[in-house]
Each structure stands twice: as C-alpha cells, then as structure tokens.
Nanobody, 120 residues
Framework: QVQLVESGGGLVQAGGSLRLSCAASEITFTIYNMGWYRQAPEKQRELVATITRGGLTNYADSVKGRFTISRDNAKNTVYLQMNGLKPEDTAVYYC??????????????WGKGTLVTVSS
C-alpha cells in the first residue's frame, strides 16, 4: 500500500527557514502529482503548494516568494523549502499524492503530517 512519510518540521523563530521532506513508498512516483497542505488548529486544511509529475508548480498567494516545492523522482521524495517563516505559517503540514497515470488516476494519498511552529 502507498505510504507517505513527512519529516523536517519543528520550532523556528519568525524569519527562519525549514525544509520539509515527504518520502513515498510502494508508489510509482512519476505518475503522481504531489502537494503540500497545511492545517492550523480549528482551521480548514488549505493548499500550500503543488508540483506535477512534469515539474510544474503552483503556490498559495500567502507563500509565494517564500516557499519552494520540488521533487526528486529518483528518491521518490518531494520537498518544501520554507524561508521567511511567519507565525501565521504555524500548522501541521501534510503531504499529498494525486494519481494521474495508468492504474492510479483518481487515487489520493495523504501522509500523517509534520508540525511546524513559528514563534514571534
């Protein structure tokens, strides 16, 4: 079964940086679009950034210019580099895989999340 495992979260001061990683297993990584989402306490889960299997990226307006999503297909891993962190970025960050290739279309998978806390 597909597994997504996030890592790299932690506590950082405002203005600092973190890099999140999401390692996928039991997956043909190259036929999945990938994304990062986040959910703050008592808030709805929201999209942060996405990257297609071809490398096209999209970002929420709130993180444009500060966050960068990338993927390493050889390692079955997607990254989220977060710079210039703000307290409002505090949330649990989730990795998502969206199947778009043969045998995977319509299949979505989620990791269990990694907590990012940004102090004032």
């Amino acid at each position: 079964q597909v597994q997504l495992v996030e890592s790299g979260g932690g506590l950082v001061q405002a203005g600092g940086s973190l890099r999140l990683s999401c390692a996928a297993s039991e997956i043909t990584f190259t036929i999945y679009n990938m994304g990062w989402y986040r959910q703050a306490p008592e808030k709805q889960r929201e999209l942060v950034a996405t990257i297609t299997r071809g490398g096209l990226t999209n970002y929420a307006d709130s993180v444009k210019g500060r966050f960068t999503i990338s993927r390493d297909n050889a390692k079955n891993t997607v990254y989220l580099q977060m710079n210039g962190l703000k307290p409002e970025d505090t949330a649990v960050y989730y990795c998502k895989a969206q199947g778009v290739g043969p045998g995977a279309a319509g299949m979505d998978y989620w990791g269990k999340g990694t907590l990012v806390t940004v102090s004032s």
